[in-house]
């Protein structure tokens, strides 16, 4: 692989690709560069070459990664599993979390958002049909979710986010355009999280506006040492 810069101008270029292909317009797709794993450097790196916006799994492990690059504006998304009793660091830290499952997790978030910072932006984790996967809202329990969220204070809902397992065929990704499409105008949604460096052109034909990519950035991941 290339440099980080190189690996960026890649990837940018496969999104303006995938998105003239299906009549889109390639800035409507924003990349999100997932650093889980990598250090510092490495998205200080990606900075320099102009990104701005990074995704993180582990809570901990971005806490570690936002101080050691305290300064530089940088906007922060949790991509991985959220438990409830790590609301309250994401809630103050994060710009975005992409993860929301429950009620009871979006509600300890609204409450913990401090408040002098703008809205947390959430996502509903959506569990397309036959997703191996225990994380994620069955597709039929979305809107209820969408509308107890929508009424929460110090939350901005934006969307919905998916990880199809990997191979997984077109049609699952049209299962969850379809259901974002549906769901858009009646709760003001803009973003639909969808796709990582192995599908990312499967899922900017169905309608994704944000692509979560991390190997093709950084290249391959470290082990976790301390994952939490
Ligand atoms: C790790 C991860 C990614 C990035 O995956 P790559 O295949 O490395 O691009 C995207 N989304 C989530 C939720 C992840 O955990």
């Not at 049609?171 to 858009?184: A, K, M, N, P, T």
């Amino acid at each position: 692989m290339g440099s980080i810069a190189d690996n960026l101008q890649a990837v940018k270029s496969r999104i303006a690709v995938a998105a003239r292909a299906a009549g889109r317009e390639p800035g409507a797709v924003t990349l999100l560069a997932v650093s889980k794993t990598h250090a510092p450097a490495s998205i200080r790196e990606a900075y320099g070459a102009g990104q701005r916006a990074f995704g993180e799994n582990y809570v901990q492990e971005a806490l570690d990664k936002m101080a050691q690059l305290a300064g530089l504006p940088l906007e922060w998304h949790l991509v991985g599993p959220l438990q409830s009793n790590k609301t309250r660091a994401v809630a103050e830290r994060f710009d975005w979390v992409h993860t929301v499952d429950r009620e009871k997790v979006a509600r300890r978030l609204a409450e913990q958002r401090p408040a002098g910072r703008a809205p947390l932006n959430v996502l509903i984790q959506v569990n397309s049909s036959g997703e191996a996967s225990k994380s994620g809202v069955a597709p039929a329990d979305v809107a209820p979710l969408l509308a107890a969220i929508a009424a929460m204070k110090n939350l901005r809902l934006r969307g919905l986010m998916a990880i199809p397992e990997p191979g997984a065929p077109q049609s699952r990704f049209r299962e969850i355009g379809d259901l974002f499409r549906g769901l858009r105008s009646e709760f003001g949604l803009d973003t639909l999280s969808l796709g990582m460096s192995d599908d990312m052109e499967a899922a900017i034909a169905e309608g994704s506006t944000l692509v979560r990519i991390g190997t093709a950035i950084f290249g391959l991941r470290h082990k976790v040492k301390d994952a939490a």
